[in-house]
């Protein structure tokens, strides 16, 4: 598929220019298009408003080294994009962004992809120091 | 959304019909509307052609207990439908697939899903008896 066709649906164009502008680390730019109050539906649980949504996006935008875009599709207020991300940790992760769009700010990310590859890339803690005997 | 509105995307519409077969048992109903040389990208891995594919389908829809539409969206030839899907191990799981339709049949699924809560639910593998000792 063509992504740089241009689209019809609202939900879509500003799904796009989020994902161009946090992939590329214009983390603040991407914020802009997100809703203070916006709710992410991650792998590990939920997140609700913008201040746990920063966090989230900027310390995970370093480890990405690319994407392939597999599929964009939006109607007036959803945009689902499917997309193959690379990143240092896992070379190639099968990701889906579903999202809810209002008045030109995205209000709902569920997002989906697989833990266990990221689980496996991530070296275990080290074990504790022994206890001192007294 | 409405997911019983007519869609004007043929991929959508495999894609549905695909899905109201395999959720409620349909195995084979839902089998006609995949390609005999499909191509499923899966979370443990790829699996090729149907042979493959028919088992795959058939031992997993036991499980499964109902899902929740989120999204179903689709143009010419690819259609992307994301939902919570119930399962007797996971509650709710929320899912994506992304197709790619040619000629009324499924030639490609991309499936994403987090298997860490399925990993979780399953137990553990005893241990191996040990070998006995001459």
Same mark, same amino acid.
Do not use: K, M
């Given at each position: 598929m063509?992504?740089?066709? !241009?689209?019809?649906?609202?939900?879509? %164009?500003?799904?796009?220019?989020?994902? %161009?502008?946090? &992939? &590329?680390?214009?983390?603040? %730019?991407?914020?802009?298009?997100?809703? &203070?109050?916006?709710?992410? @539906?991650?792998?590990?649980?939920?997140? *609700?408003?913008?201040?746990?949504?920063? !966090?989230?996006?900027?310390?995970?935008?370093?480890?990405?080294?690319?994407?392939e875009m597999i599929s964009?599709?939006?109607?007036? /207020?959803?945009?689902?994009?499917v997309y193959e991300?690379? *990143?240092?940790?896992?070379?190639?992760? =099968?990701?889906? /962004?579903?999202?809810?769009?209002?008045?030109? %700010?995205?209000?709902?990310?569920? =997002?989906?992809? @697989?833990?266990? !590859?990221?689980?496996?890339?991530?070296?275990?803690?080290?074990?504790?120091?022994?206890?001192?005997?007294?």
């Open positions: 063509n992504t740089t066709e !241009p689209t019809t649906s609202p939900a879509l %164009q500003v799904a796009l220019e989020y994902h %161009q502008a946090w &992939t &590329t680390g214009s983390i603040d %730019q991407a914020l802009e298009l997100v809703a &203070t109050d916006v709710v992410c @539906d991650a792998p590990r649980g939920r997140l *609700t408003g913008i201040e746990a949504y920063r !966090p989230f996006l900027a310390n995970f935008q370093p480890l990405v080294l690319g994407y964009a599709l939006g109607d007036e /207020e959803t945009a689902v994009l991300l690379h *990143t240092a940790p896992v070379t190639s992760a =099968l990701t889906c /962004e579903c999202f809810t769009v209002r008045d030109g %700010q995205i209000i709902h990310n569920r =997002l989906i992809f @697989d833990q266990t !590859p990221h689980a496996a890339a991530t070296p275990a803690p080290s074990a504790p120091p022994s206890p001192q005997s007294s």
